[in-house]
Structure formats: C-alpha cells, structure tokens
C-alpha cells in the first residue's frame, strides 16, 4: 500500500493537466470533480491502519531516491497528524470545485487546473520527509494561489496577488538558507534524521538563527501577528473557492511547519521563544477579534476571524505540552472545516445579491431560512459551542495553556467571549429584523438548491460528527505528538 502515497500527489496532478488541456467546460468540469473525490476516496486508505496510527507510528512510508548525489529523495510518509491535515484538503477540495462549477464560467478550465495543482502541493507539504521536498511543494503553493487572486478576483486583486506572493517569498527566502545551513551541519535532508540528530549536534547560536528563519516563514503563513496584514485583502480579495481554500488548508501550512519542523529541529531555541510566541498569538486573538467586530463586509469579519483563531493555534503549539499541542492539530481541522463553511456561505450569498455589506441585508431568515440555519449551525462551530467541533480543540488548549500560564488562559478565553460577539452579531444583521431591501424580499432572493446544499451539508455533518466523537481524531493525533514532542 506504500503506492498510495504518491497516488495522492499524482491523482490531482493528472487531473490539473487533462483538465487545462481539454476543449470544452462540460468535460472539464467533470473531470476536475472527478479526480478531486478519486483523491478523496483515496485519502481515506490512510486510515487503513488504526493501530499504527493509534501508536503514533508513520502508519505508511515511501521513499525512492530522488536526486541522490546531494542526497535528494522522494520520501512521503503519513503520521497521525500529517493523515488527518491530507484529509482535510481532500475533503474541502471538492467542496471549492463544486462551487467553481456552478459559478465559474471565465476559462474555467485553467481555474479548475489551479484547483487540482494547489491540491497537489498542499498534500505534498503534510506527506514530505525531505526538506528540500517540503521546501519545494511549500512555495510551489504560491504558484496557483497568485493566478486564482490575480484572475477570479475582486477589483483590488492585483495588489492582493502581489502582496500575498512577496509577504510568503520574503518570510521564506531565510528558510532556504537555513535548510542549506543544517544540510552542511548535519549531512541531510530527511526531516527524521535531522529531527533526531541536529538537536544534539548543533550549537545554542546555530539553533537560534535556525530557528527564527524557520519561525519567519511559518509565522508569515499563518499568518501570526504582526505578519498578518496580507491576510485580509488575500480573503477580501479572492474568488470564493480560493478563500475556502486558503483559509480551510493552506494557512495550516504555516502551523504545521511549526510543529513538523522548528520545533524538533530548534527545541532549545523554541523554548526560549516560546514566551514572545504565547504573546504574540494572544495579541492575535484579542486584535483579530476586535477588528472583526468592526467589519462592515461579511468576508472581512471572517478573514479578521482567522486571525483570531490562528492564534488559538498557536498558543496551543507554543505551550508545548501535549494537551496543547494535541488540541492544536485538532483545531487545525476544525478551523479549517468552520471558516470554510463561512467563506462558502458567504460566496453563496454574494453570488445572490453581488454585495457583501451588511447594510445591505437584514431579515433573510424570512427568505432563504434553510441559508440561515446553516449559517447559524456554523456560526456556532466557529464559536465553540459544545457539542459541535470548535469546542474541544479549543477547550483542549486553554487546558494545556492553564498548566503553563493561567494569565495566558484568561486572556485567550476573551477571544471565545469575542467570537460569539462578533459572530452573533454579523448572523442578526444578516438574518434577524425586517426585510429593508426589495432584493432580499420572500420569492425574490432564492434559498440553497440541491447542488448548494450538497457542498455545505457535509461540512456541517463534520461539525457534529467531530464535537460528538472527538476521539475518532484525538486518538490518533495525541500518540504523534507525544513521539514528535521533544
């Protein structure tokens, strides 16, 4: 079953390349769904081996070699962390192309190929056991990204496109140096030989250099505060898929770097940093938070939320103990499936009404109540409400953050009390009060239809089946991070 692994990166990417070569959209929009689920259906392999997973072991490995004159090779594997960050991505994939299709139409065909190809990076990051492997699908990422904010998005998409690419090339281009650095030191580039022999063989000034160049790009890619600031116009800015996208897989890109990478490559140098990064993701959840409160576009109080939550996240990675760190991994996916759902819900709305301001709504709970509902149930998971899966990821970090700092703890529990504020707030001026716009009056703004509902639906499945069985992930991430877990 080792093939399993490159089939994961080869299904997308043949499907990108057939799809940009085929004539007409009818075939390439079938087939561009068509190699998503297959990569889907695939993904779902991994959890072939539960008792590998349920050990913390790689539950599969591939290696061939690659360029093996400077020690290059293809070494893919999965853990229980890395397994449920590639179901994520193959999960929400679908999802974004199935909204592509029904509203799409511009060459449709290279927008769905840079669909597939960013799938096919993203998958790479979470599998890759060669650095220079992460390096390369890590800033490949960039590639699609730019062309679906330059291409399918907003008026500003441009200066959105181009601040996205030189924020990400800047934090990484120190990255580079330093994974030349520990190749020199260490002989290398597989990411478990480093892991395991850096720590011990590099000095106190080398781990700091290392690890703040590491820290930089994963910080920008979070993105954590202060890096944050090309977070919002990328969101504001982007087509619907690419929002869902960007905020439901690639910012986790940055976090599980963090977690991958600088921490047990840097474990010193980590923990003396620990400390600016507890702040920092604080700083991050309160700002995020408040700034939301004060969007008048739907999309921006979510892209500002994302800020917010990230630093959840990160606190959790900082605090480095594993009830923090294994409530991070969790909140990781459910991030991802939450804001996901919002930037879906929100494009669904804007293809309705071509606004996003809230002045320009109000009542819809008369006209489209099935919209509402769902807004609503995903309101409530982004939020945390128990039962649903924002909950345990984020009472499972504020735990492991009590152990550490109890300070730190109360100041991250404001951002929940924040979170149901902001969220709240944006589902009544949507949906409660009267109606004040002819467009959205009963029979004229339609509600979800059967190819819409099939897109949100099981996101929101997902929202019940983690909150009620958080386990059936928490079993498999808490014996990876204790293994990863200096």
């Known amino acids: 079953m080792d093939f399993l692994l490159p089939l994961l990166l080869l299904l997308p990417l043949a499907g990108a390349v057939v799809v940009a070569l085929l004539g007409s959209d009818g075939p390439r929009k079938a087939l561009a769904m068509l190699a998503s689920l297959a990569t889907f259906a695939a993904s779902l ?13 790689a539950v599969l490995a591939f290696q061939r070699p690659w360029f093996p004159e400077v020690g290059l090779s293809l070494h893919l594997a999965a853990d229980g962390i890395s397994v449920w960050l590639v179901l994520l991505t193959t999960f929400i994939m679908p999802i974004a192309i199935g909204f592509s299709n029904r509203f799409v139409s511009d060459r449709i065909g290279q927008h769905l190929a840079l669909l597939l190809l960013m799938e096919t990076a ?5 599998l890759a056991q060669d650095l220079v492997l992460f390096y390369t699908f890590f800033e490949f990422t960039l590639i699609p990204m730019y062309f679906l904010i330059g291409q399918w998005g907003s008026e500003n998409r441009v200066y959105a496109a181009l601040k996205f690419v030189m924020y990400t090339l800047l934090g990484s281009a120190l990255m580079l140096v330093a994974i030349v650095a520990i190749f020199v030191q260490t002989g290398t580039f597989s990411i478990p030989e480093i892991a395991a022999t850096l720590p011990a063989t590099a000095g106190s000034t080398f781990q700091v250099l290392g690890f703040l160049a590491f820290a930089l790009a994963f910080a920008v890619k979070i993105p954590l505060f202060p890096f944050h600031t090309w977070l919002p116009d990328a969101h504001v800015q982007a087509p619907t898929a690419g929002s869902i996208i960007l905020a439901g897989v690639l910012l986790k890109m940055g976090t599980y770097g963090l977690l991958r990478l600088a921490m047990p490559f840097f474990p ?8 600016l990064l507890i702040v920092l993701s604080l700083i991050g959840i309160v700002y995020g938070a408040l700034v939301a409160l004060k969007q008048q576009d739907v ?3 979510v892209a500002y939320s994302s800020v917010s939550h990230m630093g959840f996240i990160v606190l959790g990675l900082a605090v480095a103990n594993t009830q923090a760190v294994s409530g991070a991994v969790l909140q990781m996916v459910n991030h991802g499936l939450s804001t996901g759902a919002l930037f879906l819900l929100v494009g669904l709305l804007y293809e309705r ?3 996003r301001l809230f002045s320009e709504f109000g009542g819809l709970w008369k006209s489209v109540p099935v919209y509402c509902g769902l807004l609503l149930i995903t309101a409530l998971s982004s939020i945390g409400l128990p039962s649903l899966n924002g909950f345990v990821g984020e009472f499972t970090i504020l735990l492991g953050t009590w152990q550490v700092s109890p300070a730190a703890a109360a100041v991250a529990s404001t951002g929940v009390i924040l979170a149901a504020w902001y969220l709240l707030t944006a589902f009544r001026k949507l949906a409660q009060g009267e109606i004040r716009h002819q467009e959205n009056e009963v029979g004229v703004l339609p509600d979800l239809q059967r190819s819409e509902l099939m897109m949100i639906v099981p996101l929101v499945v997902m929202f019940f089946v983690i909150g009620l069985y958080p386990n059936l992930l928490l079993d498999h991430i808490v014996p990876a991070v204790e293994i990863l877990l200096p």
């Open 122 to 126: 993203m998958v790479g990051v979470f």
């Open 268 to 275: 010193e140098a980590f923990a003396s940093y620990a400390p």
């Open 299 to 301: 999309k921006s109080l």
């Open 353 to 355: 009404r071509h606004t």
């Open 45 to 57: 392999g991994l959890l072939q081996n539960g008792s590998a997973l349920t050990a913390g072991e």
